[in-house]
C-alpha cells in the first residue's frame, strides 16, 4: 500500500525535508484556503497594495484575523504535525519548509530555527516599514480605542499580521534555507498543499530536480501529481498517524 511504501522511503532516507500547506492543519479545526468551505471561497484575498493603499482595506484585514483569533488560539498540533517532529527528534529531518501562518509545527517541537516559513506567521504583527514587531493583544486594543487599524509607534508605517500577501515580497532568508533544503534532501514530502501558488510551488520541483524522491500526500489531486514518485490521496492524519513517535 502507499503508507506501506512511504514507510520504506522514510526507512531509507538519510535527509528528509517536509514541506506542508493547509492540509495539514484542518484536523486541528484551521480552515484551508481552497476546498469547499475554504477561506479563499468565502473571502477575496487582500493584496498588499490593497492594504498598504487603503484604510477600509486594512480594517478589513484586522476584522477577519480577530474573527479567527479562537480558532487560531486554541488549535493543537494534529497527527501530522506529531510525525513531522517525530522524524525531526529522530534526527531525519534537519527543517521543514512551510507555507502555514499557524506556528503548528513550532507547537510540536520544531525550533523556530528550523521553520522555514515561506508565508510569515499569523501569531504576532509587524510593521511593513521597519520590521518592528507587535503582539496582536497591542493591535486589538489599538483597533478598538481609534476604530482604525494602527501605525506603528517608531515609524508611522501601517501594522500588518506577519504573513507574505499576495503581492508581498517574499522573506529573502526562508527563500534562500528553502533551496538549500530542497537541494540537499533525498526524499521531499509535499503535505497538503494544492501546490498552486508560486514561488512556494516550486520547491517539490526543485528538490525532484536535484535527485530527491518526491511524495505527495494530499486528499485532492495537486498540480505536481505527474511528477511524484508516490501519490497518497488520502487523508494526512490517518497517513502520518502511524508515523507519530513518542
Ligand atoms: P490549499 O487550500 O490550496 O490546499 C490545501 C489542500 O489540502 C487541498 O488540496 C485539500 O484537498 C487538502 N486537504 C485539506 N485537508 C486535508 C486532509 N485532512 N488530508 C489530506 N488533504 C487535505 O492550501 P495551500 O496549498 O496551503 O498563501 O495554499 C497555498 C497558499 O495559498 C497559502 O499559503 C496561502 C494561500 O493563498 C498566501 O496567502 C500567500
Ligand atoms: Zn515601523
Not at 6 to 18: D, F, T
Not at 188 to 216: D, E, Q, T, Y
Not at 229 to 234: G, K, M, T
Request: aromatic share 8%; glycine share 8%.
Amino acid at each position: 500500500s502507499g503508507v506501506e511504501q512511504l514507510g520504506n522511503m522514510i526507512a531509507e532516507a538519510a535527509c528528509i525535508v517536509p514541506f506542508t500547506g493547509a492540509g495539514i492543519s484542518t484536523e486541528c479545526g484551521i480552515p484551508d484556503f481552497r476546498s469547499p468551505g475554504g477561506l479563499w471561497t468565502r473571502n477575496r484575498p487582500i493584496a498588499f497594495d490593497e492594504f498598504v493603499s487603503s484604510t477600509e482595506a486594512r480594517a478589513e484585514a484586522w476584522r477577519r484575523r480577530f474573527a479567527m483569533e479562537e480558532t487560531f488560539a486554541a488549535a493543537r498540533p494534529g497527527r501530522g504535525h506529531r510525525a513531522l517532529a517525530s522524524l525531526y527528534k529522530a534526527g531525519k529531518t534537519p527543517a521543514i519548509i512551510t507555507q502555514n501562518i499557524d506556528n503548528l509545527h513550532q507547537a510540536s517541537g520544531f525550533k523556530s530555527d528550523d521553520v522555514v516559513e515561506l508565508h510569515g506567521n499569523t501569531t504576532y504583527a509587524r510593521c511593513i516599514g521597519c520590521g518592528h514587531a507587535y503582539d496582536l493583544p497591542w493591535v486589538k486594543a489599538r483597533f478598538e480605542e481609534t476604530g482604525s487599524a494602527p501605525d506603528c509607534t517608531i515609524c508611522d508605517e501601517p501594522v500588518k499580521t506577519a504573513t507574505i500577501s499576495f503581492g508581498q515580497s517574499m522573506p529573502e532568508d526562508a527563500m534562500r534555507r528553502a533551496t538549500e533544503l530542497a537541494r540537499q534532501c533525498d526524499l521531499f514530502l509535499a503535505i497538503g498543499s494544492s501546490l498552486v501558488v508560486w514561488p512556494a510551488a516550486g520547491f517539490p520541483l526543485m528538490a525532484r530536480n536535484c535527485g530527491a524522491k518526491l511524495v505527495i500526500i494530499n486528499n485532492e489531486p495537486t498540480e505536481q501529481d505527474d511528477v511524484a514518485d508516490l501519490v497518497i490521496r488520502f487523508d494526512i492524519g490517518e497517513t502520518l498517524g502511524p508515523f507519530v513517535g513518542n
